[in-house]
């Protein structure tokens, strides 16, 4: 990493107008009780201590985003009659539509950051390349904060992760009394830094090391999930388990859309008149109607098997097929959020020691 610099309290709004100039700034804001990334205006409620309760993935993956759009093109005219030619087939016309807006999000958390890095290992791959997810990634830097207080939910340690991890971000701030050493990961994240704003923070590196450390002892022993991939498949035809895991689960998806490494779409078509355009949109697999077939036939009927995909897609299909990568940066929001308290750990470690009374 980069030298350390230090940004006072008093400059941070100072800064982040700074870094509005020619880029969408997005930053977490107070709606209701929510945290919220929006648009940075002088009048947001700003909100930099609390972990926000939505992830930032809607910066390089939209919720809802047009893909194109056509229309239909006029029929060629038949030379003479001066009506359409009966026999042409209408042509479309299609627009592609690909990201161009520079965004900046300041304020995430570094497993916030960390979430962009397992969509990269499916939408830019040797034989993939989604141009939006890349286009918007590569226009989009994070300037993240580091974790001084984890909440109970948080398990980042045990996924690969950490409070000060630098995956996915640009440049990471670290809370200290007074402000934020801040340090740059690439080189955007160097020019970000530039700013005269912040101060040389070579001082004050030993208390931004202390900050750390203390998270990592409030966060504790990290758990090892290194057997889950293994042991989901072994469960993978147990009903019983996954009938007993998913009881509580009343499907409402809320633990897909808030989290960071989730990347499953739907795509409609909208149609008005002879034009209209492709969205692409999030989906969630913990909905009935995610793997409904045209014929009507639906292979995951019960909330057991949709959980059981859930889980065993981020902990054991995931790894299998990216060098045991977990797709689950631990940031919580799926066990804080969930009207059921689910706990994906919980869930995991049943996995992990399970014994078949049976056998
Ligand atoms: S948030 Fe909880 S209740 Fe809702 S779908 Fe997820 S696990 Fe089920
Ligand atoms: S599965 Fe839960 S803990 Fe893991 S990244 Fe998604 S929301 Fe966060």
């Not at 350390?4 to 107008?17: A, D, Y």
């Not at 991939?229 to 993978?236: N, Q, S, T, Y």
């Not at 409402?252 to 492709?278: M, Q, V």
Request: proline share 5%.
């Amino acid at each position: 990493m980069s030298e350390k610099k230090f940004l006072k309290n008093e400059s941070v709004i100072p800064f982040i107008e700074g870094l509005a100039g020619g880029r969408k700034v997005l930053v977490p804001v107070c709606e209701g009780d929510a945290v919220i990334y929006r648009p940075y205006r002088k009048d947001c409620r700003l909100e930099l201590t609390r972990m926000p309760t939505i992830s930032p993935k809607d910066a390089t993956f939209p919720r809802t985003e047009t893909l194109m759009t056509f229309k239909q093109a006029p029929v060629a005219k038949t030379e003479g009659d001066g009506e359409g030619d009966s026999d042409a087939q209408p042509k479309l016309e299609l627009t592609e539509t690909l990201p161009e807006e520079k965004v900046v999000v300041f304020g995430s958390r570094p497993c916030g950051a960390r979430g962009k890095s397992i969509f990269t290992r499916v939408y830019e791959t040797e034989d993939v390349k989604d141009p939006y997810f890349i286009g918007r990634r590569d226009n989009t830097l994070f300037v993240s904060i580091a974790c001084a207080a984890p909440e109970t939910t948080c398990f980042c340690t045990s996924v690969g992760g950490g409070p000060a991890d630098t995956t996915g971000s640009d440049v990471i701030l670290i809370p200290v009394d007074g402000g934020y050493v801040a340090e740059a990961v690439t080189e955007h994240g160097a020019e970000l830094l530039q700013s005269d704003l912040l101060t040389s923070g070579a001082d004050k590196a030993g208390e931004a090391e202390a900050v750390i450390q203390k998270s990592m002892e409030l966060l504790g022993d990290a758990d090892d999930f290194s057997i889950a991939r293994e042991k989901l498949i072994e469960l993978f035809d147990n009903d019983e388990f996954w009938f007993d895991m998913s009881a509580k689960c009343i499907s409402c998806g809320t633990c897909t859309y808030l989290c960071p490494t989730c990347y499953c779409f739907n795509i409609t078509d909208e149609t008005a008149g002879k034009s209209g355009k492709r969205i692409r949109t999030w989906d969630t697999c913990m909905s009935n109607m995610f793997t409904m077939e045209a014929s009507g036939h639906n292979p995951r009927t019960s909330k057991a098997n949709r959980l059981k995909n859930r889980v065993g897609h981020k902990f054991s299909y995931y790894p299998s097929l990216h060098d045991k990568v977990i797709a689950c940066c631990g940031c919580g929001r799926c066990i804080k959020s969930c009207p059921a308290a689910v706990d994906i750990r919980e869930i995991v470690k049943s996995a992990q020691e399970y014994e078949d009374v049976n056998e």
